[in-house]
């Protein structure tokens, strides 16, 4: 299933007739084109804005069948890619980028201080891992053999064209360290993973609550669309369903006996919401018990944890992975296993 979004096409091809029949003081407006990976690529959303013939990339992709097809997409774009940013620390939004480095030569590849910092600690590690254990290395083929690591941003502006996005961060949420960009003058909110459309939420990483704070400050923004970082664009909807899961992930945190039953309210009570592995992966953060028949050990080979302790509120942090996808989860079972000193020493600031 290659599906290829290119959300804002008609909006382009309406725009420059639009902006001449309003007078030469008429600047075509920024358009935002969204390319979703598949599902069995995590629906992972990376997106153009595009703004007076410059293009500021949004997240990287992982694998090179999905990065190929978005250099396919952004190159058909008129424009130069003048910056490529990385929202936050996790290797499907930031692996990719040795391919597109190569794409965009000219282009400045950068990310806020706290992700540059973790991908310098982590990401050879991750990528290794992916390479190595993942699926027993058969991704090794699509993915890449070094990590581009960004240039530390200064300030929270990015300009393309005449636009000036604004950078939002939030230092607990999907990511200990998570950043969206926002461009006021249309009300676009590009979330990174702040928000995922129909895509089960990755809360492996951190707890509900910080998560919900940073939806909460974003809701009471004039937000006219949304960008998320898994699944397709939407409106303000987005957010508020992502705040219902979270509240009700963390109700069920606290009413469920055990991972499996953690597991079974969350992914039932989310009928129609994708890639339910995620679930799986966070049980663990929550209860050290594997949930019961999870898709886990089938998807990655990754074996699960047998602690038969009950409730681990602290091991959250512990995850060196903590990356977002089903695919880092698994990295940072293995991890959490394998050593936990390790992965606090490399967890996010
Ligand atoms: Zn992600």
Redesign the pocket.
């Known amino acids: 299933m290659n599906r290829i979004v290119i959300a804002a096409a008609a909006l382009a091809l309406l725009t420059p007739s639009a902006a001449w029949s309003m007078g030469q003081q008429a600047k075509k407006g920024p358009t935002v084109h969204t390319f979703t990976a598949p599902e069995d690529a ?1 629906l ?1 959303s990376s997106y153009a804005f595009e703004s007076d013939g410059e293009i500021l990339l949004v997240d990287a992709q992982m694998v090179k069948p999905q990065v190929d097809k978005l250099i396919e997409q952004v190159k058909k774009i008129p424009g130069k890619v003048t910056t490529i940013y990385i929202t936050h620390a ?1 290797p ?2 930031y692996l990719g980028l040795p391919w597109l480095k190569t794409a965009f030569p000219q282009a400045k590849i950068v990310a806020d201080a706290d992700t540059v910092d973790r991908i310098a600690a982590e990401g050879a590690q991750t990528l290794a891992w992916f390479q190595k254990d993942f699926m027993n290395g058969q991704l090794a083929s699509v993915l890449p053999t070094s990590v581009v690591t960004p240039e530390k941003l200064t300030g929270n502006k990015l300009k393309v064209g005449s636009a000036e996005i604004e950078i939002l961060s939030f230092a607990d949420a999907e990511a200990k360290g998570a950043h969206a960009l926002w461009h006021a003058q249309t009300g676009s909110l590009i979330t990174g ?1 702040l928000a995922f459309n129909k895509v089960h939420l ?1 809360l492996k990483e951190t707890k509900p609550e910080g998560w919900i704070k940073a939806i909460e400050a974003l809701e009471k923004m004039p937000v006219q669309k949304v960008y998320p ?2 699944g397709e664009p939407g409106g303000k909807e987005i957010l508020a369903s992502n705040k219902s899961y979270l509240q009700a992930f963390d109700a069920a945190v606290k009413s469920s006996k055990d991972g499996a039953a953690l597991a079974k309210t969350v992914k039932e009570s989310n009928a129609g919401w994708r890639v339910a592995p995620i679930v799986d992966f966070a049980v663990p953060t929550y209860f050290s018990a594997p949930a019961e028949g999870t898709a886990t050990d089938a998807k990655d080979g990754v074996k699960t944890e047998t602690k038969t302790d009950s409730k681990t509120e602290s091991k959250s942090d512990a995850k060196p992975g903590a990356k ?2 089903a695919k880092s989860d698994a990295k940072s079972e293995s991890k959490t296993d394998a050593g936990k000193a390790d992965a606090k020493k490399t967890g996010a600031k």
Request: hydrophobic content about 25%; charged content about 25%; aromatic content about 18%.
């Open positions: 995590f992972v996790h499907d939004h993973d990755w970082g898994h977002s996808d």
